[in-house]
């Protein structure tokens, strides 16, 4: 049981991402565009972007159908809602690349004797990369090591939001809606109930069965480390051409992070500290790989493909944290910036405006969600609704 449940929540980080980038960027030309570094990252923050969009909806729906009473089952429909999407995703995937999945199902088994070929065919021409190689895997192993051992018992002060946070959640079957001091309901801050981070987290626990502090504090600090060194591979398959230089910079990169301060405020904290909270997926994985995402998407042509591609990222990553908010514009409007530099002209505006799109989405759902809140708690009267007219509420009451 506990290997279907595992093997339940490694899904969503290795073959729906990959899945869903290769239907996503299945017509890219541009060899850029099909590295498989790209197909992952582009998957899993599209698949992020649908969640928030099944996520905002409903909890906007929770919000709105809430009275007197607390609404609920609203998570329960995202759950099998967001399930449904990403199963069909994965099955046109299926379909789509069957002969490919097919091919490379039957290479498998010739692996071993593909490496031995590679080493016996001079292994003094390859001595500097299998050395570089080590070093880097040494260091990242000795990461991986403390992120498992010793994470379980790194409680930051975000802790009594984010994990109690998703607890609520599967607990009370709501999105965003539990007080997480007093349990009461319904109530939340604003800029937790834009952001879809803590709800995913929610939702892993329910599909895999494992709790929420186990995933935070043991399984995430592992699967997050390595998909924040995949993306500043990318960043070194970008900077340099040689492996061997690639495999220096991966070295000196994992290196300074374990000598890097380690305040709340320090990117080795996030990195090291507190990998599962949203923030630190923003600043450690999310913002490296989107910076050199557009860097590629900017140099080649400027399709409107590519433009849908780059929002759904986008959408993805402003689901994180409310931090996006800031950082997001500023690390979108440099690179455009550097490359209208670099053009020598005004160049790529609808690339710049949808690297915004998800921060104009977040932004237009905070501010909606503070005026539906504001006109629960009776300061304000905005919105026009009330039990008598709401259709739903006379029809269903309180349950989804």
């Known amino acids: 049981m506990t290997l279907f449940r595992a093997i339940a929540f490694l899904l969503h980080f290795t073959i729906i991402p990959v899945a869903i980038g290769r239907l996503i960027t299945y017509t890219k030309k ?9 197909t992952y990252f582009v998957g899993w923050f599209s698949s992020l972007g649908i969640f928030y969009v099944l996520c905002s ?4 729906h929770q919000y709105w159908n809430t009275f007197d009473k607390p609404f609920t089952g609203s998570f329960s429909a995202l759950c099998i809602s967001y399930s449904f999407i990403t199963m069909c995703m994965c099955l046109g995937w299926v379909k789509k690349d069957f002969a490919q999945i097919k091919l490379a199902l039957s290479k498998l088994k010739n692996v071993p004797s593909w490496i031995g070929q590679k080493l016996n065919r001079g292994i003094k021409d390859k001595i500097y990369k299998i050395l570089y190689t080590a070093v880097f895997a040494v260091i990242l192993g000795v990461q991986l090591y403390f992120a498992y051992g010793y994470q379980v018992g790194e409680w930051s002060y975000d802790d009594y939001d984010y994990v109690v946070n998703s607890q609520d959640t599967i607990t009370t079957d709501t999105i965003a809606y539990v007080n997480y001091i007093t349990g009461e309901m319904p109530f939340t801050a604003d800029k937790r109930a834009v952001v879809a981070w803590p709800t995913y987290i929610a939702y892993l626990a329910k599909i895999s069965g494992f709790e929420v502090a186990t995933i935070c504090h043991t399984i995430m600090p592992v699967i997050l480390l390595l998909v924040a060194y ?26 300074t992070f374990m000598f890097g301060f380690y305040s709340h405020s320090s990117l080795t904290f996030r990195l090291l500290g507190t990998l599962w909270q949203g923030k630190a997926v923003l600043g450690a994985i999310a913002l490296p790989f989107f910076m050199i995402y557009l860097f590629d998407e900017y140099k080649s042509d400027i399709k409107n493909t590519n433009a849908v591609q780059i929002a759904l990222v ?10 996006g908010l800031i950082l997001l514009p500023c690390l979108d409007m440099s690179v455009w910036f ?4 670099y053009h020598r002209r005004i160049y790529g505006l609808r690339y ?4 915004l799109f998800g921060v104009i989405y977040l932004y237009v759902f905070y ?11 009776g300061v ?14 006379r029809w269903f009451g309180t349950n989804f």
């Open 352 to 355: 710049l405006v949808a690297s």
């Open 338 to 341: 550097v490359m209208c530099i």
């Open 380 to 393: 304000t009267r905005i919105f026009h609704r009330g039990k008598d007219i709401n259709w739903w509420y």
């Open 57 to 60: 909806v409903l909890e906007w």
């Open 30 to 38: 541009n060899p850029a565009g099909k590295k498989p570094v790209v």
């Open 230 to 255: 995949f993306a500043l591979y990318y960043m070194a398959m970008f900077l340099f051409e040689e492996f061997e230089n690639r495999m220096i910079f991966m070295s000196l990169l994992a290196f």
């Open 367 to 377: 501010i909606l969600m503070s005026m539906l809140i504001q006109d629960m708690a």
């Open 314 to 323: 986008s959408l993805g990553i402003s689901s994180l944290s409310s931090m």
